[in-house]
């Protein structure tokens, strides 16, 4: 309680000043890491929280900025003005760069949520801190005083983020499943996580669970680990015990009061494809996957009484799209048991975004979900970096890319992650917005942490995407036109959204090293504009109602 004072004490006052100011500084404890690498460092005795985001009245706005030079959620307010005073007044229109405009037309996706996964490895980092700087942690990702997260990925048994390979289901040739039972790492780690966590979110976490391989039993290569796929074909015994698997997980889950929101057909099902995979993976093609689910999985759910949890496909690379897509949910009898398509950022850089929204324009009754994305995988990547901002930007440029593209959702990977960016069975270490040093008993929070809150307090779920127009400034397009400079208005990234509490959220993204000042124009309810700078290297949020 004390400390949501120490945030809304200066909040109070620059509705009593109407000064802009920064309060992130005294209140992160911002650790230097040499350049402009900062992180937020959280002890037993000290943690910093994010506002509690509450209504102002109408004509006010609030303003959040987090910067390349250490800002962390900066809070500022101001007044709409209305546009036709603007235009006569003071701000002359060459000292804006950009005018934004709220679109009058509502009515893009729906936003399903945030969220990160409650990997092994994650729990082993969360639970090796002291209780007070476990109960900070969860609280930074699913309070209202942290980034409101509404959703989580787990893995089914084990993946690479574990510290061996395991399934629920060793016995070799148990079809029935009869030795099917959940290990220590659901029932002393992942489960009573989850329930802490339930107690701390506003609103109903969504629990997504996907496969990384079959028991290696059941599978060509007889391990989990290596390329290999279920033996046999759709509609055998291989096929119908598999997904028998899905329907006892989902059950063992409900027995601990914690209900699965929403299935993957398979982690990356391309993986089990390469011959020497250094983890699980499973193979399933476009065409497997479709037999797989209308004839197996999507029965096997539907008679279990579980129609109702969200059966997602693909669950892989954008470069998969529109193809996997449209070979999956051409055949009516798979589509039905369909409700989303899931996709990973990695190799991003070789499939635009567009893809997207044109996968979405050929099936609108389908969600798209980010299902996984994390910074350091790549082989020539540091794994783990501590306080850069160019992975905050990364996040923030995918996440908008996302959401200006039909994707409803956006789910991070390892929730925690050790100093080395483990533990990882096959040593795949990568990075995480939060890194656990339990010797020390700290844990630091990454300029990419703030960058999901950017989004996720913001464009809270259930909140629709509304359409929006930039319009660069007559000397903007002059500077432009005569090919003087490539002007960093170019640059600017901006998505908005209408919340369920009929607040509008907008989010900038300026990876420009200038400032720049931009006009925002509310065109839903004429509330006239506003004129905000955009730092340099910053991420913005603004909410109003
Ligand atoms: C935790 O961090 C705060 C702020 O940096 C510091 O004052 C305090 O001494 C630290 N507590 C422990 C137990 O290290
Ligand atoms: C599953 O595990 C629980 C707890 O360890 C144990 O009591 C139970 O007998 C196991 N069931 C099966 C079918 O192995
Ligand atoms: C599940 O919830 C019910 C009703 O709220 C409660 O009686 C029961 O003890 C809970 N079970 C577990 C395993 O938490
Ligand atoms: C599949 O369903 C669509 C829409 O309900 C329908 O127009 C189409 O004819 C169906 N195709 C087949 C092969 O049944
Ligand atoms: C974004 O950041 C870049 C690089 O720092 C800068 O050149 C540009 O002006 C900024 N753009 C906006 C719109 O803020």
Same mark, same amino acid.
């Given at each position: 309680?004390? #400390?949501?004072?120490?945030?809304?004490?200066?909040?109070?006052?620059?509705?009593?000043?109407?000064?802009?100011?920064?309060?992130?500084?005294?209140?992160?404890?911002?650790?230097? @890491? &040499?350049?402009?690498?900062?992180?937020?460092?959280?002890? =037993?005795?000290?943690?910093?929280?994010?506002?509690?985001?509450?209504?102002? #009245?109408?004509?006010?706005?609030?303003? @959040?900025?987090?910067?390349?030079?250490?800002?962390?959620?900066?809070?500022?307010?101001?007044?709409?003005?209305?546009?036709?005073?603007?235009?006569? &007044?003071?701000?002359?229109?060459?000292?804006?760069?950009?005018?934004?405009?709220?679109?009058?037309?509502?009515?893009?996706?729906?936003?399903?949520?945030?969220?990160?996964?409650?990997?092994?490895?994650?729990? !082993?980092?969360?639970?090796?801190?002291?209780?007070?700087?476990?109960? =900070?942690?969860?609280?930074?990702?699913?309070?209202?005083?942290?980034?409101?997260?509404?959703?989580?990925?787990?893995?089914?048994?084990?993946?690479?983020? =574990?510290?061996?390979?395991? =399934?629920?289901?060793?016995?070799?040739?148990?079809?029935?499943?009869?030795?099917?039972?959940?290990?220590?790492?659901?029932?002393?780690?992942?489960?009573?996580?989850?329930?802490?966590? $339930?107690?701390?979110?506003?609103?109903?976490?969504?629990?997504?669970?996907?496969?990384?391989?079959?028991?290696?039993?059941?599978?060509?290569?007889?391990?989990? *680990?290596?390329?290999?796929?279920?033996?046999?074909?759709?509609?055998?015994?291989?096929?119908?015990?598999?997904?028998?698997?899905?329907?006892?997980?989902?059950?063992?889950? $409900?027995?601990?009061?914690?209900?699965?929101?929403?299935?993957?057909?398979?982690?990356?099902?391309?993986? &089990?494809? +390469?011959?020497?995979?250094?983890?699980?993976?499973?193979?399933?093609?476009?065409?497997? $996957?479709?037999?797989?689910?209308?004839?197996?999985?999507?029965?096997?759910?539907?008679?279990?009484?579980?129609?109702?949890?969200?059966? !997602?496909?693909?669950?892989?690379?954008?470069?998969?799209?529109?193809?996997?897509?449209?070979?999956?949910?051409?055949?009516?009898?798979?589509?039905?048991?369909?409700?989303?398509?899931?996709?990973?950022?990695?190799?991003?850089?070789?499939?635009?975004?567009?893809?997207?929204?044109?996968?979405?324009?050929?099936?609108?009754?389908?969600?798209?979900?980010?299902?996984?994305?994390?910074?350091?995988?790549?082989?020539?990547?540091?794994?783990?970096?501590? &306080?850069?901002?160019? #992975?905050?930007?990364?996040?923030?440029?995918?996440?908008?890319?996302?959401?200006?593209?039909?994707?409803?959702?956006?789910?991070?990977?390892?929730?925690?992650?050790?100093?080395?960016?483990?533990?990882?069975?096959?040593?795949? @270490?990568?990075?995480?917005?939060?890194?656990?040093?339990?010797?020390?008993?700290?844990?630091?929070?990454?300029?990419? @942490?703030?960058?999901?809150?950017?989004?996720?307090?913001?464009?809270?779920?259930?909140?629709?995407?509304?359409?929006?127009?930039?319009?660069?400034?007559?000397?903007?397009?002059?500077?432009?036109?005569?090919?003087?400079?490539?002007?960093?208005?170019?640059?600017?990234?901006?998505?908005?959204?209408?919340?369920?509490?009929?607040?509008?959220?907008?989010?900038?993204?300026?990876?420009?090293?200038?400032?720049?000042?931009?006009? +925002?124009?509310?065109?839903? #309810?004429?509330?006239?504009?506003?004129?905000?700078?955009?730092?340099?290297?910053?991420? *913005?949020?603004? +909410?109003?109602?």
């Amino acid at each position: 309680m004390k #400390r949501h004072l120490r945030i809304l004490g200066p909040l109070l006052l620059l509705f009593l000043s109407g000064q802009p100011k920064g309060y992130a500084e005294e209140s992160c404890g911002l650790r230097h @890491f &040499g350049g402009d690498s900062y992180v937020c460092v959280c002890n =037993s005795t000290f943690c910093d929280e994010l506002p509690i985001i509450t209504p102002v #009245r109408a004509g006010i706005y609030l303003a @959040f900025q987090s910067t390349l030079n250490g800002h962390r959620f900066a809070v500022s307010e101001g007044s709409f003005t209305s546009w036709e005073g603007e235009k006569a &007044g003071k701000e002359s229109a060459d000292e804006v760069d950009v005018t934004y405009t709220v679109g009058p037309a509502a009515g893009q996706q729906l936003i399903l949520g945030f969220g990160g996964a409650l990997t092994d490895a994650a729990a !082993i980092n969360i639970l090796s801190l002291s209780q007070a700087n476990q109960r =900070s942690l969860l609280s930074s990702y699913f309070s209202p005083s942290g980034l409101e997260y509404n959703m989580m990925r787990i893995p089914m048994a084990g993946c690479d983020f =574990s510290t061996h390979i395991y =399934s629920y289901d060793e016995v070799e040739g148990d079809f029935e499943l009869q030795h099917f039972n959940l290990t220590s790492e659901d029932l002393n780690m992942k489960i009573p996580l989850i329930h802490r966590i $339930q107690r701390m979110t506003k609103t109903p976490l969504k629990i997504l669970a996907s496969p990384w391989s079959a028991p290696g039993w059941m599978k060509t290569n007889k391990a989990m *680990s290596g390329g290999g796929k279920l033996i046999g074909q759709a509609g055998d015994r291989y096929h119908k015990s598999w997904a028998q698997y899905f329907v006892k997980f989902v059950q063992h889950y $409900q027995v601990h009061n914690i209900s699965i929101w929403g299935l993957t057909a398979q982690n990356e099902p391309i993986d &089990g494809f +390469i011959p020497l995979f250094p983890f699980q993976s499973m193979g399933f093609s476009p065409t497997s $996957q479709r037999d797989f689910i209308s004839t197996d999985l999507g029965p096997a759910l539907s008679n279990a009484g579980l129609r109702k949890v969200k059966l !997602i496909i693909m669950d892989d690379q954008r470069f998969l799209l529109p193809k996997w897509a449209d070979t999956v949910l051409a055949d009516n009898a798979t589509s039905r048991y369909v409700d989303g398509i899931g996709v990973h950022w990695y190799f991003n850089y070789i499939t635009p975004a567009s893809v997207l929204s044109k996968t979405r324009q050929r099936h609108p009754d389908k969600f798209l979900l980010s299902t996984e994305a994390c910074e350091g995988s790549m082989p020539w990547q540091t794994k783990v970096v501590l &306080g850069d901002w160019s #992975r905050a930007e990364a996040y923030a440029t995918d996440i908008m890319e996302n959401l200006l593209n039909g994707v409803g959702g956006w789910i991070d990977w390892n929730l925690a992650l050790d100093t080395q960016g483990g533990p990882n069975w096959a040593s795949n @270490f990568v990075d995480s917005p939060i890194i656990v040093n339990a010797k020390a008993d700290e844990f630091y929070k990454q300029p990419m @942490f703030y960058a999901l809150g950017h989004f996720s307090k913001f464009i809270s779920a259930g909140s629709y995407m509304v359409q929006g127009e930039s319009v660069l400034t007559p000397h903007v397009m002059t500077i432009l036109t005569l090919g003087l400079a490539s002007h960093p208005a170019k640059s600017l990234l901006i998505c908005t959204a209408e919340r369920p509490d009929k607040g509008l959220a907008l989010v900038v993204l300026n990876k420009s090293s200038t400032t720049l000042h931009l006009r +925002i124009v509310d065109g839903r #309810r004429v509330r006239g504009s506003f004129v905000a700078q955009i730092a340099p290297r910053s991420i *913005s949020s603004f +909410i109003w109602w």
